[in-house]
C-alpha cells in the first residue's frame, strides 16, 4: 500500500502583475534616493561656497595674501606684515565665524523644527539675550572676565530657555514663542540698565556681547568654541534621527516611539549651540533665524541640519566681509549687518502668515 502526499498548489502570480509589481519597487526605490541625492548636491555645493567665502575673507581685503604665501604662513614662515595680519586677524576671524556659523544655524534650526515655527528662533524667544545680559552682567556688576563670562553666557542662555518652557508649559507652539517675547524684552531691559553702570573702559567690550562681532577674539577662546562643537555636533546628530518624527507633532511622535524625553535632550542640545556660539562671538542677529528656512528651501522644503549650519557659517562669513570693507574707513560688526538683512526677513515672513499653527 503506498501513500500519496498530495503538496498545495500555489497559484504563481501572472507575469503582468510580476511586472507591475517590480516596476512599483523601483519607482519607490528612485523615490526615495532622490531627495537623498539631491540634499548630497546641496552640501556639496554650501560647501564650495563655503571654501570660496573662506578664501575671500582671508585672502582679500585691504592687504590681499597670495594663495602661496598663505600655506608658507601656516607652514611657520615669518614675512613681514603678511603673518601678523593672517594669524592675528583675518584667520581667526574667518575661523571664528564658520565655527559661529555652524552653532547658530543648527541651533536655530533645532528650534524651529522642533517646535514647528519658523518664529521659535533663539533670536525671537529670548535664549541669545539671556546669553548677553548674563554676560554683561557678569561683566559690569561682577567685575568678571575670560572664559567665566562665557561661562556666564551659557548658564544665561539656559536659565532663559528653562523659564520658557516652564511658562509654555507642554503647549509649545505660538505660546512658547509669546513666552519667549516677552522673556526677551526682559533681558533686554536687563541689558540697557546694566549698559547705564558700564565704566567707559568696558564700553566697547559691553557693545561686542549687544551687537555681535568675530573681531579681536584670541586664539584660545576659538579653541574652547571648537572643543565644545566637537562634543556637541555628535551629540546632535545622533539625537536628531528623531527629527522627521517630531516634526509630525508630539501625539504623532508618541504613536511612533518617540517621546517627549527625547525632543527635550534635543532642544537642550540646541541652547547649548547657540549658548556657546554667543559665548564666543556674541549674539550675532538673526543668523539662527535665517539658516533654517534658507537650508530648507534649498532642500525642497525638507529640514536637514547639516545645510542649516553650512548656510550659517556662510552668512556669518560673508557678513563679516561685507561689514570689515563695504563702507571705506568704517568697520561693521557682523551682528550689525546680519541684523540688517534678518529684520526686512522676519516682516516678509510675518506679512505672508508663515508663522506656523494656529493657537490651540
Not at 31 to 51: D, E
Not at 211 to 235: F, K, R, Y
Amino acid at each position: 500500500m503506498s501513500l500519496t502526499v498530495h503538496r498545495p498548489v500555489t497559484a504563481s502570480p501572472a507575469p503582468g502583475r510580476a511586472a507591475d509589481a517590480a516596476d512599483a519597487r523601483v519607482v519607490v526605490r528612485r523615490a526615495r534616493r532622490a531627495p537623498r541625492r539631491h540634499l548630497l548636491r546641496l552640501v556639496g555645493v554650501l560647501v564650495v561656497v563655503l571654501v570660496g567665502a573662506f578664501a575671500a575673507r582671508v585672502l582679500l581685503g585691504d592687504y590681499t595674501v597670495t594663495i602661496p604665501d598663505f600655506v608658507r604662513i601656516l607652514g611657520g614662515e615669518q614675512i613681514p606684515g603678511a603673518t601678523y595680519i593672517v594669524m592675528e586677524s583675518k584667520l581667526p576671524r574667518a575661523v571664528l565665524a564658520v565655527l559661529a556659523g555652524l552653532a547658530f544655524g543648527i541651533g536655530g534650526a533645532i528650534f524651529q523644527t522642533t517646535l514647528r515655527n519658523p518664529l521659535a528662533s533663539p533670536d525671537i524667544v529670548g535664549v541669545s539675550l539671556g546669553a548677553s545680559a548674563a554676560a554683561v552682567s557678569a561683566i559690569t556688576l561682577a567685575g568678571w572676565s575670560g572664559w567665566p563670562v562665557s561661562a556666564a553666557a551659557v548658564a544665561g542662555a539656559l536659565g532663559v530657555a528653562l523659564a520658557v518652557r516652564g511658562v509654555a508649559g507642554d503647549h509649545g507652539g505660538f505660546r512658547l514663542v509669546l513666552a519667549g517675547i516677552g522673556l526677551a524684552a526682559a533681558m533686554q531691559s536687563v541689558i540697557q540698565y546694566v549698559f547705564t553702570r558700564v565704566d567707559e573702559w568696558d564700553v566697547q567690550l559691553v557693545l561686542r556681547w549687544l551687537t555681535g562681532s568675530v573681531n579681536g577674539v584670541a586664539w584660545p577662546s576659538i579653541g574652547l568654541l571648537a572643543l565644545s562643537l566637537a562634543v556637541l555636533l555628535p551629540a546632535t546628530a545622533w539625537a536628531a534621527r528623531s527629527l522627521p518624527a517630531t516634526e509630525l507633532g508630539d501625539d504623532t511622535a508618541a504613536g511612533l516611539g518617540v517621546g517627549r524625553g527625547r525632543t527635550d535632550v534635543l532642544m537642550l542640545l540646541g541652547v547649548l549651540l547657540v549658548a556657546v556660539g554667543v559665548a564666543a562671538a556674541g549674539p550675532i542677529a538673526f543668523v539662527a533665524f535665517l539658516s533654517g528656512p534658507i537650508a530648507r528651501a534649498l532642500n525642497r522644503g525638507r529640514t536637514t541640519l547639516l545645510a542649516a549650519g553650512l548656510v550659517g557659517a556662510v552668512i556669518v562669513l560673508v557678513g563679516d566681509h561685507v561689514g570689515a570693507y563695504a563702507f571705506a574707513d568704517l568697520n561693521l560688526p557682523v551682528g550689525v549687518v546680519t541684523g540688517a538683512f534678518g529684520a526686512p526677513f522676519l516682516l516678509w515672513l510675518l506679512a505672508r502668515g508663515h508663522t506656523g499653527r494656529r493657537v490651540a
